[in-house]
Structures are given as structure tokens and as C-alpha cells.
């Protein structure tokens, strides 16, 4: 287990259970960055191993952009990090946009910033808003990855990667056992102290 997993275990922020996802499958876990990010020292510790990874990598964005509301923390606070501004998209009728004044210049550098990437819809989406602007989209940098691979098509920095199962909900093995199917968010979460570490 990594710091950044230690941080999200101790934060109560590792889940684990039945779970129906916003995209109607069901996972056998669950990651609440936000239970980590209320914490300003543990943000700053777990976004600081992203900001390593760039300085590493070499990569230098003028500026980072979160989609609302997971990426919002974490570009401010990676933002804070790298000494660059932060912004975030949100959805306007369904289109994620830049609002509230926010702008970018053609041909700035910008990092996406998301809590958890599972698909990177709401990257992509976010970098197309962006692009559609004259800004280029250099990476997306997150706290967790749990995207697969081929399946987001700019480099992603992250502090730390957790494998979780996900399930069609037709063919879900869970749905077979006890296990109460509940909804992330909910108020039957099941922290995960000291939970089996399936997921991880
Ligand atoms: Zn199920």
C-alpha cells in the first residue's frame, strides 16, 4: 500500500461493499476522495506526489483546470503546488464550460484535474471545452487512477492507482450474495477500517 492509499484508508475515504454507479454497473468498492480532501494537510501530501510526478516528468502547465465538483480541490491545491492558477469547467445544460469569467489563452498548457478517472469522460469533455478555446490539454492529473488502459488518450499523473471490480448489473456476483446494493453518498456506506484490502 502506498502513502496516498494509507492517507485515503485513514481518512476513511477506501469503501468497500455493493455499490450502483452513476453509470448503472455495480463495484464491489468505492473511493470518497472527498473524505481525504477535507483534510488540508493530507490534500497537500497525497496532490504533492502528483506534483513530483510532473517535475519529474518534466512537464510544466501554465495552468490546471478541475471539472466540478471532484476536480475542484484538487486543481486549487495542485495549482497551489506547481505556483499556477486554477480553474474548473462545470456543466451548463448537460455541457461541461467554462464560466464564472474563467478564460484561457490559444496555445496555454493545461492540466486537467480530477479526484478519481475511471473512463475520463468528464476529462475529456472538459479538455474538449478547453481545446475548443485554442488551449492545449497536456495531461490529466488525479489522485486516483482507475482508468484502463486505451481509454483516455493523454498522459495521466496520479497519486496513487486502485483497482476496483465493477460489474454489469445483470451478471453481478454481488447481487447473488447478502451484500445490500447502496448508492456512494448514501448514508449506509461502510467506512472501510480494517476492511479486507480486495480492491487494492
Ligand atoms: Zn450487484
Redesign the pocket.
Known amino acids: 500500500m502506498d502513502r496516498t492509499q494509507e492517507l485515503l484508508k485513514e481518512s476513511g475515504a477506501l469503501l468497500h461493499g455493493?455499490?450502483?454507479l452513476s453509470s448503472g454497473k455495480?463495484?464491489d468498492g468505492y473511493v470518497q476522495c472527498a473524505k481525504l480532501l477535507m483534510h488540508p494537510e493530507r490534500a497537500a501530501e497525497a496532490v504533492g506526489v502528483i506534483a513530483d510526478k510532473l517535475r519529474r516528468a518534466g512537464v510544466q502547465a501554465d495552468m490546471v483546470c478541475g471539472p466540478a465538483m471532484g476536480g475542484i480541490v484538487i486543481a486549487y491545491e495542485l495549482g497551489r503546488q506547481l505556483g499556477v492558477p486554477a480553474i474548473f469547467t462545470e456543466r451548463e445544460n448537460g455541457e461541461m464550460t467554462l464560466r464564472r469569467g474563467f478564460e484561457v489563452r490559444e496555445g496555454q498548457r493545461i492540466l486537467i484535474a480530477e479526484d478519481v478517472v475511471t473512463t475520463g469522460k468528464s476529462s475529456m469533455e472538459s479538455a474538449r471545452a478547453l481545446e475548443s478555446k485554442g488551449a492545449k490539454v497536456i495531461g490529466i492529473a488525479c489522485l486516483v487512477d482507475r482508468s484502463e488502459a486505451g481509454t483516455v488518450s493523454v498522459p495521466i499523473y496520479s497519486s496513487t492507482q486502485i483497482r476496483i471490480n465493477t460489474?454489469d448489473?445483470d451478471t453481478?456476483?454481488?447481487?447473488?450474495s447478502d451484500?445490500p446494493?447502496v448508492k456512494p453518498g448514501s448514508r449506509n456506506l461502510t467506512p472501510s477500517a480494517g476492511c479486507r484490502d480486495l480492491y487494492i
Open positions: 455493493h455499490f450502483l455495480h463495484s460489474y448489473a453481478c456476483p454481488l447481487c447473488r451484500e446494493l
